[in-house]
């Protein structure tokens, strides 16, 4: 059994400002290593446990490093279908944060009804996608898509996060009007919470240098993995010298909401929570446009060959990347670089974001909030040292 994975941050606080942040994470960040010697398709059943948050995620980037390992290219309707499947996960990730996260900061009862309700939707994805229940293949599973049941599986979980925010997403973030007076009606836990990091103190807090992940990931990224024999680039990665943002401010930063955020207050507190409700909102609207592009597609006979190859998928949290070496039907080496790696890095944005900031006894859950805004794939506990004291 692996111990339990824990990130702890440390902030050293000298004349009245965080002078220093230390950032200490126990996670098993070659935890891949014990898929040496397996055969692909068992790595591909392992990973969701081995991983219990973003499992699709993970399985689909381990599925694009194998396919690109052995030149498979997959069909025009396995990319829609996969691409739901990772929305649909997504979605879940992002709401229930907001009905199981948030309310306990604004001191309210997490909405476990909500919570279940829109779990229960987008579980219903994957059978309605994959009947035969062989996503996990290499090259594609049986694409047998059920329009009615997917349609159905959107409505309903747009249903609990309308009722999650007592307005539909897309309402809440159509215009600045209708987002202040969303947050201001205080109707539920997660618009009390806006409210609450809309005072400029808390909006701006966290701000620091926007460094947004490449689209296509940073460049040479399959290099800089290939020659990490020690696991050192996996824990603290880079590129040239620069640590990277990923995760949905990152890619939302384009979205009307989160611009008008990020010009008001810069890339700071409010920016990201604001950018995690409009990728949810966004999400939603994707999958609706995507059944209309699903197709049935037979599962295609694939034979992986030896050969190394990088899969990159967006995750929920942000950028994951797998890279896999076969040998004779097997997995040489495997490696998986997580979101949480860069946005939790000594230098990235949550340091970056705490160096400087200004103490004083609501300091601990300011860091908190800004942790639980970049989102850690593993329990975040934030401690405040005061060298003045």
């Given at each position: ?74 069909s025009s309707s396995q990319t829609p279908a996969r691409q739901m499947l990772l929305l649909a996960e997504t979605v ?125 990931g940073p460049a040479g990224l399959d290099a800089r993995l290939d020659g990490d024999r020690d696991g050192a680039y ?27 955020q990020m010009g008001a207050f810069g890339a700071g507190l409010l920016a990201r929570m604001v950018a995690r409700l ?112």
């Open positions: 059994m692996f111990p339990e994975a824990r990130l702890d941050v440390t902030l050293r606080v000298e004349a009245g400002r965080v002078a220093g942040v230390n950032i200490h994470s126990n996670r098993l960040v070659q935890a891949s290593k014990l898929f040496a010697g397996r055969r692909p398709d068992e790595v591909t059943h392992l990973l969701p446990t081995l991983f219990a948050l973003c499992g699709t995620a993970q399985v689909l980037a381990g599925l694009a490093a194998m396919e690109r390992a052995s030149g498979i290219s997959t879940t990730e992002h709401g229930l944060g907001l009905a199981r996260d948030w309310p306990p900061l604004v001191g309210a009862e997490p909405d476990l009804a909500a919570a279940r309700r829109l779990k229960l939707a987008m579980a219903a994805v994957r059978p309605a996608l994959y009947p035969a229940g062989d996503w996990t293949r290499p090259g594609g599973g049986e694409v047998r898509p059920s329009l009615d049941a997917l349609g159905k599986a959107v409505n309903e979980a747009r249903a609990a996060v309308a009722d999650i925010l007592s307005a539909d997403a897309e309402a809440v973030l159509a215009d600045p009007d209708s987002f202040h007076l969303w947050h201001r009606s205080g109707n539920r836990p997660a618009a009390r919470l806006i409210d609450e990091i809309m005072a400029p103190d808390l909006a701006t807090f966290g701000r620091g240098p926007f460094l947004p992940m490449p689209e296509q996996l824990a603290r990665p880079d590129s040239h010298g620069r640590v990277f943002e990923t995760g949905p401010l990152a890619r939302m930063s384009w979205h009307p909401a989160v611009t008008a409009a990728e949810l909102a966004s999400s939603l609207q994707e999958m609706d446009q995507l059944v209309h592009a699903l197709s049935d597609a037979p599962a295609p006979a694939a034979c992986l060959v030896d050969g190394a190859g990088l899969g990159l998928v967006e995750a929920a949290r942000g950028l994951l990347a797998h890279r896999v070496e076969l040998e004779s039907g097997r997995v040489k080496r495997y490696q998986i670089l997580a979101p949480t790696e860069w946005n939790f890095h000594p230098e990235g944005p949550l340091a970056r974001g705490l160096m400087g900031a200004p103490a004083g006894p609501e300091l601990e859950r300011r860091a908190t909030l800004l942790a639980l805004a970049l989102d850690p794939c593993v329990a975040c506990r934030v401690t405040v040292e005061n060298a003045d004291a």
